[in-house]
């Protein structure tokens, strides 16, 4: 009797797994398949909308076309520990006006793996010749701002944050070395 319990609950816990896993995968290709859906739309044709699933090539598609890269500032010779955290805020801050303000690429984003890139800029000037080159292309940025309470002067500009299709955040920052 013990041994048919043990069988059954093992047999039932299996199938348990199994739909779960299948619902998961189920979610995530709708979810893509709805934002490619939006994002095809929102070119101008409206009857754009596909009703058909996403196949694995276009799913892999979507994984290359959005990136954030992270321009930090050389020249203020912060510390390891102070760079990850000025890059954490300018990621976080950029994110926070996203959710406002452009939900649906910070959603391509997400669905791209959220990937970023750090890179180095020298002075204050050039990453302000950068943000107003990334405004021209309609790219979001956000400028992380330091406090000034360890290593560097107050109302430091630290790091830049850009977000938005490879091609375009390229053109912005293509040409930096990585930190």
């Not at 779960?20 to 070119?43: D, M």
């Not at 009703?51 to 090539?57: A, D, H, R, S, V």
């Not at 649906?104 to 990937?115: D, F, G, I, S, V």
């Not at 990334?134 to 979001?140: D, I």
Request: proline share 3%; hydrophobic share 45%.
């Amino acid at each position: 009797m013990d041994l048919v319990w043990l069988i059954s609950v093992l047999l039932l816990g299996a199938a348990l797994g199994f739909y779960i896993s299948t619902l998961r995968q189920t979610r995530q290709i709708f979810a893509l398949s709805k934002s490619v859906a939006i994002n095809a739309g929102s070119s101008g044709n409206k009857k754009t909308k596909s009703k058909e699933p996403l196949e694995i090539e276009k799913l892999a598609d979507l994984r290359k076309n959005f990136k954030m890269v992270l321009v930090v500032r050389n020249d203020l010779k912060m510390g390891k520990g102070k760079i990850a955290a000025q890059c954490s805020h300018a990621t976080l801050g950029l994110y926070k006006k996203l959710l406002q303000r452009a939900p649906r690429a910070l959603n391509r984003w997400e669905y791209c793996a959220q990937p970023k890139v750090v890179v180095k800029i020298e002075s204050e000037e050039e990453m302000l010749v950068l943000q107003e080159r990334a405004k021209t292309l309609k790219l979001p940025t956000h400028i992380t701002i330091d406090a000034g309470k360890t290593q560097i002067a107050p109302n430091s500009r630290t790091v830049m944050a850009i977000l938005g299709p490879v091609d375009n955040v390229d053109e912005v920052t293509g040409g930096l070395k990585l930190m």
